[in-house]
């Protein structure tokens, strides 16, 4: 079975194993974990066909948006992503029209549940949690609503310490471990009441606001104040093979691989280098997952560079002005073909090449889930938005947003929030945290050969300061000390090697040269994140720098301190004119990737190979033929195409259709938008009608 059995970050938990059928096959699975993971971990990724062309259909979000992983679940059609696996389950791929049944006695009924809240959160991630903490504190009821398992959004998938400052957004500390920090705090407020497994289906003119709680029961809750802080959907790319299984979301992936401990590749290649596509590649290699490489089609990854660096340190390939040209493969993915791009973002003929891989991953951006805050605008509700929803940032800026939404919504109620944070104040630091980090600049190697004391190999300039807040004596700071600004140390004298700010550095971009002991080979100390395994003393280790590999040289020691539980710091003793630039250590020298040319595929892909709506399998040679005919209304395009009208309706293709507007030349202003209309998500009849489950009383 795909299971992770082992990680350098996250625990192993003991796990039920259960029974269940898959197309009448007997498999073995885990109770608790969602239905698509379990079917990775017998190594299914088909889920089934789509109806229309018989193609392969799996997962491509992970995070119930898209609709691709539907599978029948005891006879009734639900997203495999979303539904924890129970014993016994009868799980079967939607091929073909089920048959309507044929017991039409009268069902029993039920009153559907109304509930009025004075204020309802859409989503437990950061932003929603902060908000609910803030709101809590103030003795507001509040009904907070997440449509997973667990509270956290996409924290929960975050193996790595956060950026930011210590003080406000925990930074220095995992993802994981905010989640449960930010959990925690809105689950101890008595204020609160929290509703997992539920999820919002719409927003109603009367306000009312739909939900399923538990993935059946239908209730309406009206509130008298809304803040939507649902976060965001991944975007998607065009491409010929761009809906085989094993073209997926970072983001799915790290839901299998963090959240799940499922394994569901040996190799991937990554189409993005922005900070999600860097961090989904370090935590593959962490899971034992080859990455075989990383494109990115602008000059220089947009990611932070101190995650960038950590995937060149070991190994992975990573080439900009490049763009993927198709997914290769029958029923799945068994080859990527990328090529290089000119300054007008045109294929240049000759610089195709394919890489093997099972995996495609697409960290191509976000778009903002705020459907219903619109609605809700439209409607007339007391409505606000926070976090993803609001505007694309960072997991640290989403605290800041939370927050800021709470207090306004505080003031708004007309309660007092002078003993609230400054907003001014708020709004400066949210605004730090969303900007675009600048290019990196050269390192500047200190001139300091004596005593013990930190270099810092970021060259960044990010919001990012928890090795000012750890050091004991407090001679670590930032120019002016600035968040955004470069840290620096101030003396040598007063330094004790202690190693926190090795341990804490969120980009693993501090070590520690000590001179103490020998001013010819000093000793250095490295943060390493890669196996669970304590490295003895005598082991071996490969000392990497910007340059490439120093060398094999013997750990003196290794030690963990009690507060970076996960964070190892390997001691070698290095010569003095290497100590200094030497950046991290790894176990295997780079891996010389095989770069395979081909003529098989053709340079400039047809239209009608590329689709565009997953759900209705939608080209886009059919679309820009509308287009060319005059359309420039989304919703005939809709009636004429069937584009958007799947079961994710629009939540992948309409955005797509924006873009592929722009580069047939029409402007904004003459394209009519998509009329949004309830439900957003998709609802059993059933609960509508209030019937009544078998089994429940």
Known sequence: MNSINEHPILPIPQRKQVDFTFNGTPLKGYEGIVISSNLFLNGIKIFGHHHKDKSPQGIFCAMGQCSQCTVLVNGQPMKSCMIPLKPDMKIDSCEGYPELPADDSPKELEEIQ?????TLIIGAGPSGLSAAKTLGEKGVEILLIDDKDRTGGKLVLQTHKFFGSQQDVYAGKRGIDIAEILGNQVRELSSVTLWLNTTAVGIFSDGFVGVTKDHDQYILIKPKHLLVATGAREKSLIFPGNTLPGVYGAGAFQTLVNRDLIKPAKKVFIVGGGNVGLIAGYHAIQAGI?????IEALPRCGGY?????????????????HTIISANGNDEVNSVTIGKI???????EGTQRTFSCDTILIAVGLNSVDEFYHKAKQYGYNVWICGDAQEIAEASAAIFTGRIEAIKMLNFMGMDISTCDDLVVLEQKAAI????PAAPTQFACSDLEEDVFPIFHCTQEIPCNPCTTVCPQEQIHTVNDLINQLPYFQGSKDCIGCGNCVAVCPGLAITLVDYRRDVKNPHVTFPLELTENKIERGSKVIVTSEEGDIGTYVVL?????????????????????????????KFEPEKDIKIEEIDQYSSEPLDDDIIVCRCERV???????????????????????????????????????MRIFREEGIPEEDITGNTMRPLAM??????????????KK
């Open 114 to 118: 109304i509930k009025e809240v004075n």
């Open 290 to 294: 080859e990455v075989v490489g990383l």
């Open 305 to 321: 560079s101190v995650h960038e660096e950590k995937l060149r340190r070991l190994g992975v390939p990573i080439l900009t002005r």
């Open 342 to 348: 000119d300054d007008n973002w045109k294929l240049i």
């Open 433 to 436: 945290m969303k900007a675009h």
């Open 557 to 585: 020691f290794s030690r963990i301190l009690k507060q970076y539980p996960k964070t190892q710091l390997i001691t070698v003793q290095l010569p003095s004119n290497l100590a200094k630039h030497a950046t991290a250590v």
């Open 619 to 657: 080209t886009s040679a059919e679309v820009r033929k509308w287009i060319r005919k005059g359309v420039r209304d989304v919703n005939e395009l809709k009636g004429i195409t069937k584009l958007g009208m799947g079961a994710c309706q629009g939540k992948t293709c309409l955005p797509i259709l």
């Open 682 to 695: 998709e609802v059993p009849l059933g609960s509508f009608a209030g019937v009544k489950k078998e089994g």
